[in-house]
């Protein structure tokens, strides 16, 4: 089976944009997280979508949003850029979010804003 | 709330050898599920080791294992026979229920010394 991808894998965007990241989980895995990573930071998570709907959502601005689709695949959006959204951007999938389920991850887009 | 700390940034260890990484939570909550992911150099985030809190006993994959002392809310990862494909950010995570995102702790990146 085809792992994790993601879409693209390095960007470089300027302040006041707008960006739109995608995410393509695993055959069959219905739901999909995504997490901002840095080192500051370390790992947070942004939001989860299962079957096209947002079943958590962590503590981040609305500027980050997100949507999946009815093939499980999802984007998340950043408008606006800050400096400060500068970071590694994870996704992960997972057959369907239970608590023990193991998350997939996959190699991450990383943001560059200036 | 619930926080996830990793008290030792970086670790060195001979190859061969055994290391103990260090993980301890905060919630009060009764049932839950603890992780171990290993991030190597090329970003790309796995599972290594989970735990179901009202399991009482330690888990065990291969080379790795767990000792898991849910009253002093205690998680720590054993690597045994350390390899230098061990080497790696590992992070340690908590996950209530499905209903609730999962918390990372900021890692412990760990050197094999050949």
Sequence with gaps: KAGVTQTPRYLIKTRGQQVTLSCS???GHRSVSWYQQTPGQGLQFLFEYFSET???KGNFPGRFSGRQFS????????STLELGDSALYLCASSLDGG???TQYFGPGTRLTVL | AQTVTQSQPEMSVQEAET?????TYDTSESDYYLFWYKQPPSRQMILVIRQEAYKQQNATENRFSVNFQKAAKSFSLKISDSQLG????????????????II?????RLHILP
């Design chain 2, 104 to 108: 990372f702790g900021k890692g412990t």
């Design chain 2, 86 to 101: 061990d080497a790696a950010m590992y992070f340690c995570a908590y996950r209530r229920g499905r209903d609730d995102k």
């Design chain 1, 25 to 27: 989980p695993i055959s």
């Design chain 1, 54 to 56: 947002q079943r958590n």
């Design chain 2, 19 to 23: 290391v103990t990484l260090s993980c």
């Design chain 1, 71 to 78: 093939n499980s695949r999802s984007e998340m959006n950043v």
């Design chain 1, 99 to 101: 608590s023990g389920d």
